[in-house]
């Protein structure tokens, strides 16, 4: 029987160079060296280590310069692109990535069908990314959908989105319920619904912690079976993979917030990376100084962004129930087997041997 291997398919490392919330302080979006990430993702049991930096393959390549014999790495990257109607952001997270579709893919971030166009060209492993994270009724929902006409696989778990949210993008995936696919919200004619998958999800699934700092790396996962690197993303691709591991909660987001915002103030009296110039380093640490003070505002950001987050699963939830009435009672039930998993499997984040 084929081995069972676990891989945490979205962690970043300090590759991940700008912060979208602290992009006028010049901080980075995470300082996790790629040797630490993989030192404790190991130690947490993960089989492979994937890298999934924001729009760089750098923490990969830098562990793999220091270590080319590593079999167990997974180069990746979450591309950041845009919907073109209504200008909504989109993660789509890349498993097999090269330099050369790395560069490709740069100039197509404007419009998200075009980089879905050349990864499916590429012929790669790649997903969706917390599907709600980034909608907040811009457009329609419905309109908002069709982005599911075109990817073969979706997080269904991620470490910092909330229980009922992964519970919803899982149903999704399995079709549970309702056909996605089979109502419009498919790949068009393109057979690319999952057949025969031992998940029996419409949609490749994956999982991962979405960890910016080493506290949670590994304690999201994708299992999948396989005895090397490219089995198991093959796997994954065939709609094997199984998600395992915590959800996200206000604190999982402001943790890794203060998390980071300590590292970048560490890096501005000399410990860590220098990414500012004296002048400007100087400048930050003053106004790091002042805004004491005011150091809820993360705990405050995260709170809002959760409430957000909970308007617009509320909203796709009252748009698949329009059709399917039995919605409820299944999402119900989902969520709360997921709520009570960390209770049944008190030992998750300890290393475990692969299945067999």
């Known amino acids: 029987m084929m081995p069972m291997l676990r891989a945490d398919l979205h962690v970043h490392t300090r590759h991940s160079s700008v912060s979208g919330n602290l992009r006028f302080l010049g901080s980075r979006d995470c300082y996790s060296t790629p040797a630490d990430v993989y030192r404790v993702a190991k130690a ?6 994937a890298f999934t930096d924001h729009d760089s393959i750098g923490g990969a390549l830098e562990l793999l310069d220091a270590r080319p014999d590593l079999p167990d790495v997974i180069v990746g990257e979450e591309v950041s692109c845009v919907l073109p109607d209504g200008g909504v952001v989109v993660h789509l997270a890349v498993y097999g990535m090269t330099e050369s579709l790395h560069r490709e893919l740069q100039p197509l971030r404007r419009n998200a069908f075009d980089v879905v166009a050349r990864l499916r060209e590429a012929d790669v492993c790649f997903a969706l990314n917390h599907l709600l994270h980034f909608y907040r009724g811009q457009i329609p929902i419905e309109r908002y959908l069709r982005l599911l006409d075109e990817v073969p696989a979706l997080e269904v778990r991620n470490g910092t989105m909330l229980a009922a949210h992964n519970a919803l993008v899982e149903q999704v995936a399995r079709g549970s319920g309702f056909g996605i696919r089979d109502s419009g919200f498919g790949v068009r004619g393109s057979g690319s619904a999952v057949r025969g998958s031992r998940s029996g ?73 220098c990414d500012l110039s004296p002048a400007k380093r100087a400048a930050c640490l003053a106004f790091a100084i002042v805004s004491a003070p005011f150091e809820f505002m993360p705990l405050l ?33 989902l969520t709360l087997s997921k709520e009570r998993e960390p209770f049944r499997r008190a030992g998750d984040s300890q290393a475990e041997p692969s299945g067999v």
Do not use: Q
């Not at 490219?230 to 996200?248: I, Q, S, T, Y």
């Open 44 to 49: 947490r049991g993960m089989d492979l280590v």
């Open 201 to 273: 999800s419409r949609f490749g699934m994956v999982a991962g912690s979405d960890a910016h700092t080493l506290r949670r790396v590994g304690l999201t996962w994708t299992t999948a079976p396989g005895r090397t690197r490219d089995e198991f993303l093959a796997n994954v691709r065939g709609g094997f993979g199984l998600p395992g591991g915590r959800h996200g909660t206000t604190a999982t987001v402001a943790g890794d917030a203060y998390g980071v915002v300590s590292r970048y103030i560490a890096s501005l009296v000399g410990f860590g990376p």
């Open 301 to 333: 950001m995260a709170a809002r962004s959760k409430a957000g987050e909970r308007r617009a699963v509320e909203t796709l939830t009252r748009y698949l129930e329009r059709d399917h009435p039995a919605l409820r009672e299944e999402r119900d039930a």
